[in-house]
C-alpha cells in the first residue's frame, strides 16, 4: 500500500479501537449505524458509497472522502464514476470543494497504484 | 398540483427568469452547468439525482431537497430509494438534518398525492 | 400554549410519527439514539440540554433550537443560563447566529408567558 | 416601503431592542463591535458592506443578506455591482446558495421600488 | 508537555501574540470577549468549557476543540464527561465528526499522560 | 519564495494540472468560471479579491485563503485592509475563524518577507 493510504487506515483503525473499547454508548451505536447505513437495501452498496462521498465532499471532511474512495475503489467504482461524483459535489457545494478535489484525486491515484 | 408544490415551482421559475434575464455571466453559466452535472454521464440520472438529494439534504438546504425530490419523482425513484438516500443524510449530517427530514417526507407525500 | 409553541410541537409530532411509522431502520435508530444522548449519566440532564442547545445555535437550526429550549425550561433552567449558553453560541458562531439568537429569544418568552 | 422591508425591519428591531434590554454583556459587546466593523477605515462603507454581503451569502443567512443588501442600497451601491458580489458568492458557495441568491433578488428589487 | 500540545499552545501563543500587536481592534476586542464569555457567570467555568467544546465538535475546529479540552482538563472535568460531551456532538453533527472524536481522543490522552 | 508559498503552489499546480486533464467537463467548466468570476467588472480586481477572501475565511477553507491571499498581495493591497478584511469574517463567522486568522497572518508575513 502507498503511504498515504496506509497512514490513514493506521491512525483510523487505532482510534477507532480506543474508541469503541472506551464504552460510550452512543458513540459505540453510531459507529454501529454506520456499518448498517451502507449495506444493501434498494439501493445497492455501489450507489450508497457514492452517496456517502458526495456527502462527505460538500462537507468538505477529507477523511470521509478518504474513507468513501476506498469503499468505492473495492466495489469497483470506475474513475469517471468517482469524478461525475466529485464534479456535482463541486458544484453543489461551491469551489471551497476544489482543495478536496485536489486531495481526492491524489488519493484516488494512490489507490490505482497500489499492489492489492 | 398540491399547493406546496405548486408554489415552490412557481416562485423558483419566476425568480430564476428574472436572475437569467439580468444578464449575470457567472451567474448564467453556473445555471447552465446546473443543468449538464445531472445529465445522464457513466452514471446514469436516477443516480445522479440521489447524490443531489444527499448533497441538499447535509447542506440542509429545503429547497435544493425539493427540487431534486422533484426530479427524482419523475425518474421513478421509489420511497423507500428516497428514504435509504435520506437516512444516509441524516446519518452523515447529524441530527440537525432531522427538521429537513420532516418537511422532505410531506413533501415527497405531496408528489405522491398529486393528480398529475 | 402559545401559537408558535404549538405549532411546532403538533408538525413536529406529526412528522415524527410518520417517519417513525415508515420503517426505515436507521432513521428509528437515530431518533432513538438522541433520547438516549440526552438522559442523566455521568453530567445530568440540565447540562446536556445546554449542550443540545448551543450545538442547535451554533449550527443554525431554529428546529433543534426550540426543541432544546422547550426541554430546558421544562428543566428549570433559568434565563440567564440559557442567554449564557446562546451568547457563547453567539461568539462561536459568529453574527450570523443573531437573527436565530433573536427568534431563541422569542421562543423563550413564548415559553415563559404559556399557561402549563 | 414595501411589506417585506419593513417586516424583516420591524421584528428585527423589536428583537434586537428586547436582546440589548436583557443585559447579557457578550451580546452586547458584539452588536456594539457590528456597528465598528462596518465603520469607514483603510477600506470605505461600500466595500465593507459588500464583504459583508458576500460573508453572508456563502453562509446562507437571508436575515445577513437582507440587513446588508439594504445597507448597500442605501451606501449607493448598484444593482451590477451587487449581482457580481452574489455570483462571487454562488461560486464559492456552490449552487446550495442559489436559493438565497432567489430571495436576495427579490428584496434587492423591493428596495429599488419602495418610496423613500 | 507532550509533543502534540506544546507544539499547539507554541504556535497559538506566537501568532496570538502577533494578531494582537498587529493593532486591528475588532480582532483584539474578539480575543477578549472569548475570555469573558467562558468566565464564571449563572454557569460555572466548567459547563462553560462543555459548551465551548461542543460547539467547537459540531463546528469541526480541530484547534478551537483542543483549546476546550485543555482548559476542560485543568478545569477538572473527567473523561467520562468529555466523551458524553463529544458523543452529543457526533449525534448532533453527524458521522463527519467522527474524524475530529478521533483526534479529539488522542489529544485528551496527551493531556491525561503528560507531567504537569 | 518562503517554503510554505512554493509548497501551497507547487502541489496546487500539480494537482490542477491533473484535474484538468482528466477531463471532467463540469470541473473544468468551473475551473473557468473561477478565472472570469473574478475579473474586472463593475468592481475592480482588488475588491473582487477582498470578497474572494471573506468568502474564503469564514467557510474555513484555508487553501482558498491562501489563493486569494496571494492574488490580494499581487494587486497591492495593504496589511491594513487585509487586517479588515479578516476581521468582518472573525466577526460575522465567529471565533472558530481564529485558528484560520492565524494561519492566514502567518501566510500574509511569507509574502510580505519573499523575494520577488
Redesign the interface.
Same mark, same amino acid.
Not at 58 to 64: A, E, F, I, S
Not at 89 to 96: D, F, K, Q, R, Y
Given at each position: 500500500m502507498s503511504n498515504q493510504i496506509e497512514e490513514f487506515n493506521a +491512525?483510523?483503525s487505532k482510534? &477507532?479501537d #480506543?474508541?469503541l473499547a472506551?464504552n460510550?454508548?452512543?458513540?459505540k451505536?453510531? /459507529?454501529n449505524? !454506520?456499518t &448498517? *447505513? /451502507?449495506a444493501a @437495501? *434498494?439501493?445497492d452498496v455501489k450507489?450508497?458509497e457514492?452517496? @456517502?462521498l %458526495? *456527502?462527505?465532499a %460538500?462537507?468538505?471532511? !477529507? !477523511?470521509?472522502v478518504k474513507y468513501h474512495l476506498e469503499s468505492s475503489y473495492n466495489e469497483g467504482v $470506475? #474513475? %469517471?464514476?468517482v469524478?461525475?461524483?466529485? $464534479?456535482? *459535489?463541486?458544484? %453543489? @457545494? @461551491?469551489? =471551497?470543494? =476544489?482543495?478536496h478535489?485536489?486531495?481526492a +484525486?491524489?488519493y484516488w491515484?494512490e489507490l490505482e497504484n497500489q499492489q492489492g
Open positions: +491512525y483510523r482510534m &477507532n #480506543k474508541l472506551d460510550n454508548k452512543i458513540v451505536r453510531i /459507529f449505524l !454506520d &448498517n *447505513a /451502507f @437495501g *434498494a439501493l450507489t450508497k457514492l452517496l @456517502g %458526495v *456527502a462527505s %460538500v462537507l468538505r471532511c !477529507d !477523511d470521509c $470506475s #474513475k %469517471v464514476e469524478m461525475e461524483t466529485l $464534479s456535482i *459535489a463541486t458544484l %453543489v @457545494g @461551491g469551489t =471551497i470543494v =476544489i482543495p478535489l485536489r486531495r +484525486y491524489e491515484e
